[in-house]
């Protein structure tokens, strides 16, 4: 364990569905993030969270919606899905918006729309 | 235009065959160079960060080296347990945003 916890690891949902994502940090860091990692691509910033407050939403579609409802915890509400939205999601977190010091992964939620 | 490039894109190795892996980059004004290993069915792990050209950092077999154009992840008599994939992202004057280059897919064998 790294210290930053994803639920579930897997999930597999159809393109009408809804469903989440949890992350879950106890670090004590002020930052955290969403990045989709996807086969032959580099990782793919989504969202920015500092202290709370969303920071940057990177042109992300509105059938992905993130929540950062405090400090340690970080969501991402999926819906209506598409097929080339399967991917490996990452949720990260550092001390500082602009840590110097490298963040802490989590393991990630394989996601695979059907 | 990327602005991060590894290569390469997959590397086998001997155990014992010491080799490098290269992460080239474009932005100007770097305020950091990060290298990430990333096992199998699990998040980047933080390796190092280089701030400035002629830096260098060593961790167990892997030394990082950093340019002005590129870096360098020198691993020195790997072991099957060096297999992975090391990422590079660099960070940006001006920037908060990590921009991570595609990878080096690395396999030692036994």
């Known amino acids: 364990e790294t210290g930053v916890t994803q639920t579930p690891r897997h999930l597999v949902m159809g393109m009408t569905n809804k469903k989440s994502l949890k992350c879950e940090q106890h670090l004590g860091h002020n930052a955290m993030y969403w990045y989709k990692q996807s086969a032959k691509k580099p990782l793919e910033l989504m969202f920015v969270y500092s202290l709370e407050e969303r920071v940057e939403n990177n042109s992300v579609p509105s059938r992905f919606s993130p929540e950062c409802p405090n400090s340690s915890h970080l969501f991402l509400h999926l819906h209506t899905l598409q097929p080339e939205d399967s991917a490996l999601y990452l949720c990260?977190?550092?001390?500082?918006?602009?840590?110097?010091?490298?963040?802490?992964f989590g393991s990630g939620t394989r996601l695979t729309v059907v | 235009e990327d602005q991060v490039t590894q290569s390469p894109e997959a590397l086998r190795l001997q155990e014992g065959e010491s080799s490098s892996l290269n992460c080239s980059y474009t932005?100007?004004?770097?305020?950091?160079l990060f290298w990430y290993r990333q096992d199998p069915g699990k998040g980047p792990e933080f390796l190092f960060t280089l701030y400035s050209a002629g830096e260098e950092k060593e961790k167990e077999r892997l030394k990082a080296t950093l340019t002005k154009k590129e870096s360098f992840l020198h691993i020195t008599a790997p072991k099957p347990e060096d297999s992975a994939t090391y990422l590079c992202a660099v960070l940006q004057d001006g920037s908060e945003k990590l921009v991570f280059g595609k990878g080096t897919k690395l396999t030692v064998n036994p």
């Open positions: 932005v100007s004004g770097l305020r950091g």
């Open positions: 990260a977190s550092s001390q500082e918006r602009t840590e110097l010091w490298g963040y802490t």
